[in-house]
């Protein structure tokens, strides 16, 4: 099977689990491979475009520069337990484990971007707002509880014993943890926000240049969220050919 | 055979199960006012910063219990393997959810109203008509715990470690229902206006009704099949 850039059919494929177990492995290392090389390109354009291009902000100073990653972190946690979701609904219906082994990716690089997340927003918000967390902010209240739940799920994951029991019970919590988030942001929401917002309905409140670093950051996080949930589907996939093949 | 008859023959067995193993509530209400009474404890009971954190210690003993409950609620089915019997039965899957539901909601209540009525009297507040919405609270919420927990609970009802496990899983998915109730709560003991009361209500109510559609439907996956 060769692969050609820009990808062909079989990246329609992968969509529809009907595929043989190694083609899928190979296509989606070939993925990750592939996306490589755009996303060390990508990196580099982000840290000189969040360093260097980008004004510094004048109220906040250099600080504000983090916010290009942190939100580019933060639309990619929202993306990857959005795979959760969809990973766990489509394992209860059709039962396909390429499914499952999708929410799983997802929810480990989605534990992983939130991490981030909350690592990078005290930084920003300490000297800004003189507080390492708020409490009554909705958006970090509702991060940190999606935290909550999808570390909880991976609990849940690595006690359970490999099985379809396993995929459908990973799948049921993985549905009801997404389902709460809306939930979780409304009953927080009537405590006052104190989160700035940035991007409203009339337009970014942002200089030119600020958006132009945003974006590519935003892109660049996209990529490696891809990236690294391709390559633990593929891990995944070829472990689980590993145990077929040692129980036939 | 009648869907609403069935649901009443399971919760009438669960209820009868609890009745004959009565030190099981009494375990759970005892734990309950031991949470009460470490609280007093650790907070100073005259000050009034302790009336302010009154609706927290109260909701923190009515959680804990919960879990007991939750957990207790499978695996009474597990260790005879009642719950393959429930499973074969031509009861729908959904009304073995709400039996189990509504028993443990059935518990639910009336622990947590012993509990309650343990709390007003060590934490020194008058009775009240005003008591009367927190009742309403701890019933809507405890309609929710139960919802989610018995799903929950049915999960990890199979798993070793599941007495840790629960809390870690329910726990931030019951965090809507938490909210409006502490705070709700609050309002009615610190005896402020009651402005938001109607919204920790409309809240409960809301969420609620979402779990119990979500349990409802989803619960059909974690049975075995």
């Not at chain 1, 982000?46 to 109220?59: I, K, N, S, V, W």
């Not at chain 1, 300490?126 to 991976?154: E, F, H, K, Q, S």
């Not at chain 2, 009651?194 to 996956?221: H, K, P």
Request: proline share 5%; net charge neutral.
């Amino acid at each position: 099977m060769s692969f050609t850039w820009p990808p062909d059919l079989y990246f329609l494929i992968m969509l529809s689990p009907i595929n043989t177990s190694w083609r899928l492995a190979r296509l989606y290392l070939r993925i990750a491979d592939w996306s490589l090389i755009p996303l060390y390109f990508l990196m580099v354009v982000a840290l000189y475009g969040a360093f260097l291009y980008a004004p510094t902000e004048r109220e906040m100073g250099d600080v504000q520069r983090i916010f290009y990653f942190h939100v580019g972190v933060a639309w990619n946690c929202f993306l990857a337990f959005f795979g959760v979701f969809l990973g766990g609904v489509a394992y209860l219906i059709t039962r396909k484990r390429s499914w499952d082994h999708l929410a799983a990716s997802c929810v480990e690089v989605g534990v992983v971007f939130t991490t981030m997340v909350l690592t990078t927003g005290p930084i920003w918000a300490r000297p800004i707002w003189n507080t390492w967390w708020p409490w009554g902010d909705p958006r970090i209240m509702t991060t940190m509880v999606l935290w909550l739940i999808y570390v909880a799920y991976l609990m849940l994951r690595s006690s359970l014993p490999e099985g379809e029991t396993k995929y459908k019970y990973c799948a049921v919590f993985g549905i009801i943890g997404f389902l709460d988030v809306p939930i979780v942001w409304f009953s927080i929401r009537w405590w006052r926000t104190i989160h700035p917002v940035v991007i409203t309905s009339s337009g970014a409140e942002l200089e030119p240049e600020m958006i132009h670093a945003l974006f590519v950051s935003v892109i660049a996080m996209t990529v490696l969220c891809v990236t690294l949930v391709m390559l633990r589907m593929a891990m995944r996939l070829n472990s689980s050919m590993a145990e077929e093949l040692t129980h036939s | 055979m009648n869907p609403i008859a069935l649901t009443w023959i399971l919760v009438g067995k669960d209820l009868k199960i609890e009745y004959r193993s009565w030190q099981a509530y009494l375990t759970t209400v005892f734990f309950a006012l031991l949470i009460l009474v470490i609280f007093n404890f650790a907070f100073d009971p005259g000050s009034p910063a302790t009336r302010e954190a009154a609706s927290g210690i109260l909701w923190v003993a009515l959680l804990f219990p919960g879990i007991i409950r939750l957990n207790r609620s499978f695996q009474v089915e597990m260790e005879e393997g009642t719950l393959y019997g429930l499973i074969l039965s031509p009861a729908d899957r959904g009304v073995l959810f709400l039996g189990k539901l509504l028993a443990n909601w059935l518990f639910l209540m009336v622990v947590d109203l012993m509990v309650f009525l343990a709390f007003v009297i060590v934490y020194n507040f008058s009775f009240s008509t005003q008591l009367l919405w927190i009742v309403l609270l701890i019933v809507l919420s405890a309609l929710g715990f139960s919802a989610v927990g018995t799903l929950l609970g049915a999960m990890v009802s199979t798993i070793r470690t599941r007495e840790v496990l629960l809390p870690v899983l329910l726990f931030p998915i019951i965090l809507p229902i938490i909210l409006p109730a502490v705070s709700g709560t609050q309002e009615i003991l610190l005896a402020q206006e009651i402005q938001s009361l109607n919204r920790s209500v409309e809240f409960l109510l809301a969420f609620d009704v979402i779990y119990l559609a979500a349990g409802f439907v989803l619960f059909d996956y974690v049975v075995a099949d």
